[in-house]
């Protein structure tokens, strides 16, 4: 049922990964990961352990409560906890889905930011993108890359990945929807 429910997506998300994984400089470093949200809330994600292009329709991916993953970013804040991180990574543990005829994976630690964000996630480890992170100018270099873009776009500054990163990238959508009035479609 599950994977009749989802074919379509699940085809999209697995050609996504590939494609991205294909390229040496997307996948520098971790590699990065992918995600798609499917119906009922759920959530695919890259699997822990695994290249993007090792995902299949069936296989390399883990399937989450999305929707509970979300809404736990969404309405509440770090302080509200002795340790946000060991916060974010219960939600995340306590969300993994049992699907029949998939392996059950350990999601990818990056679970919660890809919640917050559009139906298809790809975040990559571009080697492009590093080199503007890495400036001092980085700012001015990714303004001009984006001028004139129909999308809107944000910047988080280096953290570490787990519920901080979440919630950074959160309030930096926010910001940027509230000054734009777009969701931006890129976050730096």
């Known amino acids: 049922m599950f994977f009749e429910e989802n074919a379509k997506l699940l085809q999209e998300f697995s050609r996504v990964s590939k494609t991205a994984g294909a390229r040496a400089d997307y996948v520098q470093g971790g590699g990065g ?6 119906s009922g809330g759920l959530m695919a994600i890259k699997a ?3 290249c993007l292009s090792d995902i299949e329709p069936d296989k390399a991916y883990a399937v989450l409560d999305g929707a509970a993953i979300r809404d736990f970013y969404l309405t509440s804040e770090p302080e509200q906890f002795e340790n946000v991180e060991t916060a ?3 939600k995340a543990k306590e969300s993994v889905k049992t699907i029949e005829g998939l392996q059950q994976l350990r999601p990818s630690v990056e679970a919660g930011f890809h919640s917050i964000l559009k139906t298809f996630v790809v975040h990559t480890h571009s080697v492009y993108a590093n080199l503007a992170a890495c400036a001092v100018n980085c700012k001015d270099i990714c303004a001009a890359a984006f001028e004139g873009a129909d999308y809107s776009w944000g910047m988080v500054p280096y953290v570490d ?3 901080n990163l ?3 990238i959160r309030n930096e959508m926010k910001r940027v929807e509230e000054a734009t009035g777009k969701v931006p479609g890129i976050i730096i």
Do not use: D, Q, R, Y
């Open 48 to 50: 822990s352990g695994f």
């Open 33 to 38: 990961n992918t995600s798609v949200k499917l």
């Open 166 to 168: 979440t919630f950074a």
């Open 88 to 90: 974010g990574s219960a």
């Open 161 to 163: 990945p787990g519920a």
